[in-house]
Nanobody
Framework: QVQLQESGPGLVKPSQTLSLTCTVS??????????WGWIRQPPGKGLEWIGN???????YYSPSLKSRTSISRDTSKNQFTLQLSPVTPDDTAVYYC???????????WGQGTQVPVPS
């Protein structure tokens, strides 16, 4: 069973960089045809896909966030990382890491981490 766990600094000030790491256990981030993504949910709103990194290292981003987003990975640690910069209060959300196979549906999710960006 694949398990994912987000970690990060918590509160991020406006104009700074949000950096979150997802640690994966029970599976490898290089497993063929698996994608490792970041999704967020702002307060009172629905889920928003941020982007993902594929088993081979290719990255894909939401067009609306692409200019501020970078997703990378450390295969030796079985981790992948989100960086979003610069942040504004509109980036306040619960951030999730998740994974999927060839299906478009994310089957495995982390528990989520709250990231406030104060105004």
């Amino acid at each position: 069973q694949v398990q994912l766990q987000e970690s990060g600094p918590g509160l991020v000030k406006p104009s700074q960089t949000l950096s979150l790491t997802c640690t994966v256990s029970g599976g490898s981030i290089t497993t063929n045809y698996y994608y490792w993504g970041w999704i967020r949910q702002p307060p009172g709103k629905g889920l928003e896909w941020i982007g993902n990194i594929a088993y081979g290292g290719s990255t894909y981003y939401s067009p609306s966030l692409k200019s501020r987003t970078s997703i990378s990975r450390d295969t030796s640690k079985n981790q992948f990382t989100l960086q979003l910069s610069p942040v504004t209060p509109d980036d306040t959300a619960v951030y999730y890491c998740a994974s999927r196979g060839r299906s478009l549906e994310y089957a495995y999710w982390g528990q989520g981490t709250q990231v406030p960006v104060p105004s």
